[in-house]
């Protein structure tokens, strides 16, 4: 149990995913500058993210592994997580109609979310059990949107603020993250 | 057509240079900028894919539906990935080692989809091979820019090679996480400036 709660907490902070791995900084600029956007996009990073890896490890063991066909993971990785999107988004259309036209159109983006894909992969390079899988999937997936929506927070005070005209929106956001960033970095420290 | 091969070939250099003007791809940007050598290796691996994706689509685009697009050009593009994937393991082994899991993430590298879903589904083969190049190139010149950048005052080294001499102190932000979304958030800021003159 307690190297579970290690893994949560190094997934979490000491990595995470957005602002230490680089991964998934696409929608971390896109749909941060509104909280309840940051807010839906993460919950929807958690659930496709934890089905999604442990979906791909069921198939990578029983599968690719099984049949000698590592090569084509790239391949059945993605179509797993691109059909999982879309069943997400039918579910979202008919009972949250809400919190679907909040997401627009970074729901189906999440399809090209590296930070999904590379959850996945990560997964497979450490070769973590099944246990480990659901637990590394959820703690990365929690990681992303704890940045997420502490990044939200900060920015929405930028909106605020007189920022400088080359500097604006993206730049100041990329700094900002950077600043954020050296937050999590301290996190190293604790490994 | 409006627009002559070599615009379509220039316009990747400059003014679509990604990832600064159009704000894709930032993840392998951030993560393999540690050095140029990494940038540069990542850069001609998605010029490889870019091109030949654009090729694929662009001859396939009166076949495939609309409705089912994208996932078409997903298959496309993983499999051009998978190609330098393996190429790269029989080829370059070290770089593949050092860029690890994003050699398989170019698949959702937003600039290849991008391309393919904006330029080549409805372009001719020619137009989309210069697209290809020209932005696969652009955004080489800025993964080695910032890897370099890095590297010179992260490591003190460019392309391996000593700048400042032994007596350097490395400046180790530039190197880790933080440095590198400051970094690039800068050099964002001075694209703008030279741009809005």
């Known amino acids: 149990m307690g190297d579970y709660v290690l893994l949560a907490i190094s997934c979490i902070l000491v990595n995470n995913i957005l602002l230490i791995q680089y991964l998934g900084n696409c929608p971390f600029l896109g749909t941060s500058k509104k909280m309840e956007t940051a807010v839906g996009m993460g919950m929807a990073v958690v659930f496709v993210l934890v089905m999604a890896g442990a979906i791909t490890w069921l198939i990578e063991v029983y599968i690719l592994k099984a049949f000698g066909l590592e090569y084509l993971r790239t391949i059945a990785f993605i179509l797993v997580i691109a059909s999982l999107v879309q069943f997400v988004e039918m579910f979202l259309k008919k009972s949250i109609p809400a919190l679907y036209k909040g997401l627009g159109i970074f729901l189906p983006l999440i399809t090209t979310n590296c930070a999904v894909m590379g959850v996945c992969l990560i997964n497979i390079n450490e070769e973590y059990t099944f246990m480990q899988t659901v637990v590394s999937s959820f703690s990365y997936a929690t990681g992303f949107g704890l940045a997420l929506v502490l990044f939200a927070g900060v920015r929405e005070r930028i909106l605020l603020a007189r920022v400088p005209k080359p500097l604006q929106d993206t730049s100041i956001g990329l700094v900002t993250a950077g600043l954020l960033s050296l937050a999590f970095f301290a996190f190293k420290g604790m490994a | ?197």
């Open chain 2, 1 to 197: 057509m409006a627009k002559t091969i070599t615009q379509e070939f220039t316009k990747g250099l400059w003014d679509e240079i990604p990832p600064f003007r159009l704000v894709l791809g930032l993840c392998p940007i951030l993560a393999v900028t540690k050095s140029v050598e990494n940038g540069l290796g990542m850069g001609v691996a998605v010029i490889f894919v870019l091109v030949f994706s654009n090729v694929l689509v662009s001859l396939l685009r009166k076949i495939i539906p609309s409705q089912v697009r994208i996932a078409c050009f997903i298959i496309i593009i993983a499999t051009f990935v998978i190609v330098v994937e393996l190429l790269m393991q029989a080829f370059a082994y070290p770089l593949f080692l050092k860029l690890g899991i994003f050699i398989p993430l170019i698949v959702v590298n937003c600039i290849v989809l991008g391309r393919a879903e904006a330029f080549a589904y409805k372009n001719g083969i020619v137009a989309s091979i210069a697209d290809g190049f020209g932005i696969g190139i652009g955004n080489t010149i800025s993964l080695v820019a910032l890897g370099g950048l890095r590297e010179v005052f992260g490591g003190g080294t460019f392309y391996g090679m000593s700048v400042f001499g032994p007596s350097f102190q490395p400046f180790t932000f530039m190197i880790e996480a933080p440095g590198a979304f400051v970094c690039l958030g800068l050099m964002l800021a001075l694209m703008n400036l030279a741009g809005n003159k």
